[in-house]
């Protein structure tokens, strides 16, 4: 899915910008007239003009929210079968925990190396302490 970028989200706030000073003239133009219909129409069209500008805000601010957490999520790869591991990028020797990395994104969780565990192999959440098994147990 595409987003509009900041440029554009600007020149669209600029264009209603140009509208809202186009309507506030005819509304004040409109003031000296005995016409209460094109009053009100001039009014509810200003009322209008002003919600879009503000949505057109909210959305340019969502976007720039989104694209930095793509930008984010960029950095890292995974999940990773056959243990769900993520791995930031670039980097494929020390994997993140799953659980911490899904769970709780801002606090990345590494993995302990492997050990040894009754005749298995396992690694550690150095963070939260959840165990994947590599080789099962025997």
């Not at 809202?20 to 016409?35: C, F, G, L, P, V």
């Not at 694209?67 to 980097?91: C, D, V």
């Not at 494929?92 to 899904?102: A, E, H, R, S």
């Not at 606090?107 to 396992?122: K, P, T, Y």
Request: net charge neutral; with cysteine.
């Amino acid at each position: 899915m595409d987003f509009p970028s900041l440029t554009t989200v600007a020149s669209i706030g600029q264009l209603l910008n140009n509208a809202i000073s186009a309507t506030k003239s005819a509304r004040e133009m409109a003031k000296d007239s005995t016409d209460s219909v094109l009053k009100e129409q001039i009014s509810q069209i200003y009322d209008t003009l002003l919600d879009l500008k503000e949505r057109t805000i909210a959305l340019g601010e969502e976007n720039h929210l989104l694209k930095s957490e793509l930008a984010k999520k960029s950095q890292y790869i995974g999940p990773i079968a056959p243990h769900g591991y993520y791995f930031q990028a670039g980097e494929n020797d020390i994997p993140l925990c799953p659980t911490c990395f899904q769970s709780h994104p801002q606090r990345v969780g590494f993995m302990s190396d492997r050990e040894s565990w009754n005749n298995g192999i396992r690694r550690r959440c150095k963070l939260c302490n959840n165990v994947i098994y590599e080789k099962e147990m025997s």
